[in-house]
């Protein structure tokens, strides 16, 4: 790439990243990320991928994993509204992917940490 087109993809890949920050909750089409970046989906993804170092579907589970840990940490909400509220419709697969990120359930977080 050129600096110029460098430049470019940086702000567009720091407005969709913000974007996916702001829209954890809810769920996050791939073409309203392609929307927010202005960019067709192959340049996409792979742009993607060279600044976070995963796809956007990962980038975003990973995302709210982290902050359901953090509500584990900090609320007494209950796991499966933790799991709402960070996006996920099933609370089953919350606590799939929590335990294949963190190696342990979420209960089992809130009970050690």
Same mark, same amino acid.
């Given at each position: 790439l050129h600096e110029k @087109?460098? !430049? /470019? &993809? /940086?702000? +567009?890949? +720091?407005r969709t990243l913000e974007y996916i920050h702001e829209n954890l909750s809810r769920e996050i089409p791939l073409e309203q990320l392609l929307g927010q970046a202005g960019?067709? %989906?192959s340049s996409f993804l792979q742009y993607f991928r060279q600044v976070t170092g995963t796809t956007p579907t990962q980038y975003i589970i990973r995302q709210r994993l982290e902050n359901a840990r953090e509500?584990?940490?900090? /609320? $007494?909400?209950?796991?499966a509204q933790i $799991? @709402?509220?960070?996006?996920?419709s099933?609370?089953? &697969?919350?606590? #799939?992917?929590? #335990? %294949?990120?963190? !190696?342990c359930s979420p209960r089992e977080y809130r009970v050690n940490r």
């Open positions: @087109e460098t !430049a /470019s &993809y /940086s702000v +567009r890949m +720091r960019l067709q %989906k509500l584990l940490d900090n /609320s $007494a909400l209950s796991v $799991a @709402e509220q960070c996006g996920f099933d609370p089953f &697969y919350f606590s #799939r992917c929590f #335990r %294949k990120h963190f !190696a």
